[in-house]
């Protein structure tokens, strides 16, 4: 990677903690845990990282998250994306965490909130990273669950900023979430929600106006629709673009295509985030460096990228 796209001060704002769980620390835990994995090996698990969409990701990211069980678990998880976002000059984070993935399987809310808290905090006083947590729902879930979630979220109130919407798109619209969020904001949360990844230009009129969303994760398919695309300019609402994602996903062919700098230059608030970087080839940094080595990112366009992630801050 270029020195000067490293250098540049940047926020990192869609990121899945459990996405972040490299292969090695996945094996390490599962050791730590007494845990029998499928796979041989951290080679073999790795050479399992080829989706054809985001269904196939999303079932190895929850079996993967199976080896976090305790506190230390969560921390350690946590800890270890701070320091690549140390090297990278990633100077605030606003992570997401999946508290369902967890407590559905018996895992208590708090032990993994203490956890990513812990580290969170130890970042801020020892790296120097600034931080803002979003609680997200599984939209593959019914409300009702999200609303149980919501409620176990709230004794430890103080400790999000806000909450988000993420797992299977493709027939899970936001709608679905509208009495949810509702709820979240009348508690004076913010809220994002993943919306026209693989979801159509509606997910992101509906996420807007039913969920009241701050910014759109995702958000790439908002170019299909002139008048929502007019909207987005208008109103400056961010996207948390993630192009690596994107590429593995198959959301592009390949990088030559990814529509990021074309929405950038008609004045979309477009940033550059990793989403699962354990599973897509990279953090925010390696998400910089294939936009300039693929679609000729220039250094202005880098710098109002990195800028656009400092103004989409939530936190
Ligand atoms: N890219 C993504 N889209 C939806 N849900 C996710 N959970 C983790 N990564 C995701
Ligand atoms: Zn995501």
């Not at 701050?214 to 909207?231: F, S």
């Amino acid at each position: 990677m270029p020195e000067w796209l490293n250098a540049l001060p940047k926020a990192e704002l869609h990121l899945h903690l459990e996405g972040s769980l490299e292969p090695e620390l996945l094996f390490a835990l599962a050791e730590r845990n007494q845990i029998a994995l499928p796979w041989a090996d951290v080679e073999t698990l790795r050479a399992a990282y080829a989706f054809n969409n985001l269904q196939e990701f999303l079932d190895l990211y929850y079996a993967g998250a199976n080896v976090l069980r305790t506190e230390q678990d969560f921390y350690d998880l946590t800890w270890a994306y701070l320091q690549r976002c140390k090297a990278q000059n990633v100077i605030h984070v606003e992570p997401f965490f999946d508290p369902q993935t967890h407590t559905d399987r018996g895992i208590p809310f708090e032990v993994v909130l203490r956890g990513i808290q812990q580290a969170l905090l130890d970042g801020e006083k020892q790296l120097g990273i600034s931080h803002g947590l979003i609680l997200s729902f599984l939209r593959h879930l019914p409300e009702e669950e999200a609303f149980k979630t919501l409620e176990q979220a709230m004794p430890f109130r103080d400790a999000f900023i806000g909450v988000g919407l993420d797992s299977s798109e493709k027939g899970f619209p936001p709608r679905l979430f509208e009495r949810v969020f509702a709820k979240a904001r009348s508690e004076g949360l913010h809220a994002v929600a993943h919306a026209g990844e693989e979801g159509p230009p509606e997910y992101i009129w509906e996420a807007l106006d039913l969920l009241k969303i701050k910014r759109i994760d995702h958000g790439v398919r908002a170019i299909e629709d002139e008048r929502l695309m007019q909207r987005i300019i208008d109103e400056q609402i961010p996207l948390t673009v993630c192009p690596l994602s994107n590429i593995k996903l198959c959301v592009f062919e390949h990088m030559g295509q990814h529509n990021i700098l074309e929405m950038l230059e008609r004045g979309v608030k477009v940033t550059v985030n990793s989403d699962d970087p354990a599973y897509f080839g990279g953090y925010v940094g390696e998400n910089f460096a294939a936009l300039h080595e693929h679609l000729g990112m220039t250094e202005a366009q880098a710098k109002r990228l990195a800028q656009n992630s400092l103004d989409a801050r939530l936190a």
